[in-house]
């Protein structure tokens, strides 16, 4: 009796893994979204998280880091081997990568709903009709964008 050993699952294994390497995910605020002003919602994002002489500073993006740190998925290893095992069952790569993209995206967007400190001045308040500090006219929450590199 003559035993054959099929090792074509670990080539595909290798392949993926191979292609996990190379794809990264980056999120965050783009050139291309610009207000009608000219200001880009990287440059409000930016003083809106580290504050200028006019608006204190209100680190929602570092919040959501801090809550990513939270998460199980942090651990790369771990997520590496998540990702390894789901590619491998299911043969997709970048779906899941786009998955990964849209959790931080939602992280993002959900520190900037939750932001109420510091608060609006009454001013703004009365403005807006609410105290929400980082939604007025809600540009910078929809331009919160992610990009997969390979």
């Known amino acids: 009796m003559k035993i054959h050993k099929d090792y074509s699952g670990l080539e595909k294994l290798k392949k993926t ?22 200001d880009t919602a990287a440059e409000i994002a930016t003083i809106n998280e580290y504050g200028s002489a006019e608006n ?17 998925f942090h651990d790369a290893k771990h997520a590496l081997k998540v990702e390894a095992q789901i590619a491998l069952t299911r043969g997709v790569v970048g779906s899941n990568m786009d998955a990964v993209g849209e959790a931080l995206v939602d992280g993002v967007v959900e520190q900037i709903v939750m932001m109420d400190d510091p608060p609006n001045s009454d001013e703004t308040i009365d403005r807006k009709g609410e105290n929400n500090p980082l939604i007025d006219t809600g540009f910078m929450k929809e331009s919160t964008k992610y990009k997969r590199n390979q």
């Open 56 to 72: 204190p500073a209100r680190p929602f993006f570092e919040q959501s880091i801090s809550a990513l740190r939270n998460n199980p």
């Open 17 to 38: 893994l191979q292609k996990l390497s190379k794809e990264t995910v980056e999120y965050g605020y783009y050139s291309e979204d610009v207000y009608p002003d000219g």
